[in-house]
């Protein structure tokens, strides 16, 4: 059984006028910590650290 979807028969909680790009209750708030400002090598380690954090998890496990 073929299904076709148009846009006209579903609003899905969109405005009832098209795309809306109202502002935000909340907007975004100053990040005091980002990885995407760590530099490579910092990004590097931080990602190694977190690998083996998660990698000794699995070895406890399988004890």
Not at 21 to 37: E, F, G
């Amino acid at each position: 059984m073929a299904h076709t979807h148009t846009h006209e028969d579903h609003h899905h909680g969109h405005a009832p006028h098209g795309h809306s790009h109202a502002p935000h209750a909340h907007p975004a708030q100053a990040a005091y910590w980002s990885i995407l400002r760590m530099p490579v090598p910092g990004r590097l380690l931080a990602a190694l650290a977190v690998s083996a954090c998660l990698w000794a998890v699995v070895w406890l496990a399988m004890r």
